[in-house]
T-cell receptor
């Protein structure tokens, strides 16, 4: 099976930076996704990492360390609209199945 | 232009009834999925079809039966609904199976009373 752990909730101030960690245990790893989900809405794709290192996309960056089974999503210059759940998900090479963590709810305060 | 659409958005029904949820994507994708998100917000894969063929079939009760009439449509039929079936059901699609971005529909909130 796959164990994917991420904090349940985080609070940060508008304009600040927040780092959401995700650890996973899996065999046959084929990549890690981050999705954003606003309350009552569908998840939307943020990033995909399959190689070690940092991928930057505007205010959001995602990091992966395959040897440590660890990823983080970095949100910079936080805006109120960034208040949402952030879902870490791992895909294995075999089975084509995306397995999600429980999500981290981020609350941005003024 | 809606990429992945689902109907209905809300579904309230009584235990024991049979209901269907429909999903359509206009992205030209080959692969479609059904996910269940429970009250604790865990998003779990139920089924996946690639070009109308079932490729993922998780351990779900056989009261749930997916059907893909063509690669743009994936429907979910649920027989003999139970209280525990109450959840939000999301349809999604991707270009192909595997490590591809998935596009999610708006979800169907099913409430079984």
């Amino acid at each position: 099976g796959q164990n994917i752990d991420q904090p349940t909730e985080m609070t940060a101030t508008e304009g600040a930076i927040v780092q959401i960690n995700c650890t996973y245990q899996t065999s046959g790893f084929n990549g890690l996704f981050w999705y954003q989900q606003h309350a009552g809405e569908a998840p939307t794709f943020l990033s995909y990492n399959v190689l070690d290192g940092l991928e930057e996309k505007g205010r959001f960056s995602s990091f992966l360390s395959r040897s440590k089974g660890y990823s983080y999503l970095l949100l910079k210059e936080l805006q109120m609209k960034d208040s949402a759940s952030y879902l870490c998900a791992v895909i294995k090479a075999a089975g084509n199945k995306l397995t999600f963590g429980g999500g981290t709810r981020v609350l941005v305060k003024p | 232009d809606t990429a992945v659409s689902q109907t209905p958005k809300y579904l309230v029904t009584q235990m024991g009834n049979d209901k269907s949820i429909k999903c359509e994507q206009n992205l030209g994708h080959d692969t479609m999925y059904w996910y269940k998100q429970d009250s604790k917000k865990f998003l779990k894969i139920m089924f996946s079809y690639n070009n109308k063929e079932l490729i993922i079939n998780e351990t779900v009760p056989n009261r749930f039966s997916p059907k893909s009439p063509d690669k743009a449509h994936l429907n979910l039929h649920i027989n003999s609904l139970e209280l525990g079936d109450s959840a939000v059901y999301f349809c999604a699609s991707s270009q192909a199976p595997g490590a591809y971005e998935q596009y999610f529909g708006p979800g169907t909130r099913l409430t079984v009373t």
